[in-house]
T-cell receptor, first 112, second 111 residues
Framework: DTEVTQTPKHLVMGMTNKKSLKCEQH?????MYWYKQKAKKPPELMFV???????INESVPSRFSPECPNSSLLNLHLHALQPEDSALYLC???????????FGPGTRLTVL | QKEVEQNSGPLSVPEGAIASLNCTYS??????FFWYRQYSGKSPELIMF????GDKEDGRFTAQLNKASQYVSLLIRDSQPSDSATYLC???????????FGSGTKLNVKP
C-alpha cells in the first residue's frame, strides 16, 4: 500500500480565515513533505519533517505553519493567506529522507 | 543554473512510437533519480527510479542513467494516448536531502 491521503480535496477561503490541511500515511514512512504547485509549474518544496522534527523550511512565509503530531500525520495551518497562495498543495512521504517520495492527491486551495 | 533541467516540450509522438524524455542535473554527487508522471490537475505519480548507471526496464518504460554525463532519460515504448501527461524528472541531492524537480516535459501521444 503506497497511499497518502489528504483532506480536504478542495478548499476556498477568505484572506482572514484560518484553515488547516491534513495529510496521513500508514506506510511507516518517517519523512513527510509539503509542496506547493502552481499551474504548469513543478512542485516547490515548502517543508520537510524527518522523524517528526522539522528539518527543512524553505523560507516559507509565516502565514503557513506546519505541524507533525505523530509519524503518520502532517498538518499545514493556514492563516491570513493571499490570493497568490492559491495553488495545489501536495503532501508526500518516504521511508527516509533520501528515498522515493509518494504523493497524496493534493488539496486545491483557492484564496479569495 | 537550475539543479534539474528538462525540455518543457510539448513533445508530440504518434501512437505506437517510442517517446524519449531527457533530463540533466547539476549536482555530480546526486545518488537517486526519479521519473514522475503528472496528469493535469492530479498529483505526481512515480513511474520509475534508478540509482545505478545503465538501463532499468519496467514494462514499456526504460530509465537510463549516465552519471558521467549527468543525464537521465525515460523511454516509453509503444506510446499510448493515455501516456499523454507531463513527466517530471526528480533528483535527490547529495549532501543534503533535497529533492529537486525539473520543470517537466509535456508529452502528447497522438492517436
Amino acid at each position: 500500500d503506497t497511499e497518502v491521503t489528504q483532506t480536504p480535496k478542495h478548499l476556498v477561503m477568505g484572506m482572514t480565515n484560518k484553515k488547516s490541511l491534513k495529510c496521513e500515511q500508514h506506510m511507516g514512512h518517517r519523512a513527510m513533505y509539503w509542496y506547493k504547485q502552481k499551474a504548469k509549474k513543478p512542485p516547490e518544496l515548502m517543508f520537510v519533517y524527518s522523524y517528526e522534527k522539522l528539518s527543512i523550511n524553505e523560507s516559507v512565509p509565516s502565514r503557513f505553519s506546519p505541524e507533525c503530531p505523530n509519524s503518520s500525520l502532517l498538518n499545514l495551518h493556514l492563516h491570513a493567506l493571499q490570493p497568490e497562495d492559491s495553488a495545489l498543495y501536495l503532501c508526500a512521504s518516504s521511508h527516509g529522507i533520501t528515498d522515493t517520495q509518494y504523493f497524496g492527491p493534493g488539496t486545491r486551495l483557492t484564496v479569495l | 543554473q537550475k539543479e534539474v533541467e528538462q525540455n518543457s516540450g510539448p513533445l508530440s509522438v504518434p501512437e505506437g512510437a517510442i517517446a524519449s524524455l531527457n533530463c540533466t542535473y547539476s549536482d555530480r554527487g546526486s545518488q537517486s533519480f526519479f521519473w514522475y508522471r503528472q496528469y493535469s490537475g492530479k498529483s505526481p505519480e512515480l513511474i520509475m527510479f534508478i540509482y545505478s548507471n545503465g538501463d532499468k526496464e519496467d514494462g514499456r518504460f526504460t530509465a537510463q542513467l549516465n552519471k558521467a554525463s549527468q543525464y537521465v532519460s525515460l523511454l516509453i515504448r509503444d506510446s499510448q494516448p493515455s501516456d499523454s501527461a507531463t513527466y517530471l524528472c526528480a533528483v535527490n541531492g547529495n549532501n543534503f536531502n533535497k529533492f529537486y524537480f525539473g520543470s517537466g516535459t509535456k508529452l502528447n501521444v497522438k492517436p
